[in-house]
């Protein structure tokens, strides 16, 4: 059974810092795709980053060149670092572990870390 926890979320101001880190666990973590997520009152859930197993990444548009996805695989671990952080940020981030198998998507999901940007 996969298992992802996340943690490193908080409080901070704009313009501060926060890294989130997910460990994974259950699963062959080098052959997933990682990913961050995040939802926001009232707001679908969206992406954030995403890396494959080969170490290609993905941003969104919103957060490009103030975010950046990392992940170790001996460690089982996948990290964000959030730089320059604006109100918007604030949300509920979600570590995510995407395989397909056979053209059928399998996700699995963390609990979530809360990220609150504010003055």
């Known amino acids: 059974q996969v298992q992802l926890v996340e943690s490193g979320g908080g409080l901070v101001q704009p313009g501060g810092s926060l890294r989130l880190s997910c460990a994974a666990s259950?699963?062959?973590?080098?052959?997933?795709?990682m990913g961050w997520y995040r939802q926001a009152p009232g707001k679908q859930r969206e992406l954030v980053a995403y890396?494959?197993?080969?170490?290609?990444?993905k941003y969104a548009d919103s957060v490009k060149d103030r975010v950046f996805i990392s992940r170790d695989n001996a460690e089982n671990m996948v990290y964000l670092q959030m730089n320059s952080l604006k109100l918007d940020d604030t949300a509920v981030y979600y570590c995510?572990?995407?395989?397909?198998?056979?053209?059928?998507?399998?996700?699995?999901w963390g609990q979530g870390t809360q990220v609150t940007v504010s003055s």
């Open positions: 995510n572990a995407l395989r397909w198998t056979q053209g059928v998507r399998d996700d699995s």
């Open positions: 890396i494959t197993n080969g170490g290609g990444t």
């Open positions: 259950g699963l062959i973590f080098s052959i997933y795709t």
